[in-house]
Structure formats: structure tokens, C-alpha cells
């Protein structure tokens, strides 16, 4: 039978892994912020589904910002 592997605490974790854990934390919360500003923003019409689907989307770590990023929002003609 395999046996459980304790998680480390903060303080057990070798200095990289902790800068590693503050670099996903910035990044993922940027993400979250950045998708929930563009929804706040964006007019309904441009979004592809509901604007509180998508908000619910985006509180799924990296994938729902990604995913709202790359299906959510409808391209636009390009400006001139």
C-alpha cells in the first residue's frame, strides 16, 4: 500500500520552491483581476455567454482566465 506523503509547511519549503509559490500566486491573481476587469468593462454583447457564467469562470485558478481570454470574448473588426 503506497503511503501518504506529508506537504511541506511554508517554513520546510527550500527557498525556490517558496519563489516559485509567490511568482504562480502573482501571476493567477493578475489573471483573475485582468478577466474580471474585461468583463466589468466589456459590453454584453461582446462576450460570449453571461457575463456571471464567465465570472464564475475566471475564479478557476489559471484555466478560467485563460479560457475566458481565448473563448469568452467575441473578436471585434479591427480598427482603422
Known amino acids: 500500500m503506497a503511503t501518504k506523503k506529508k506537504k511541506k ?3 520546510e519549503m ?3 520552491a517558496r519563489v516559485g509559490t509567490l511568482v504562480a500566486a502573482a501571476v493567477q491573481l493578475s489573471l483573475l483581476i485582468a478577466a474580471q476587469r474585461d468583463i466589468s468593462r466589456r459590453p454584453a454583447e461582446q462576450i460570449r455567454g453571461s457575463k456571471a457564467m464567465w465570472r464564475a469562470v475566471t475564479l478557476i485558478n489559471f484555466v ?3 479560457s475566458y481570454f481565448a473563448f469568452g470574448r467575441k473578436n ?4 482603422r
Open 9 to 11: 509547511s511554508w517554513k
Open 14 to 16: 527550500p527557498p525556490l
Open 76 to 79: 471585434l473588426p479591427a480598427a
Open 64 to 66: 478560467g482566465p485563460g
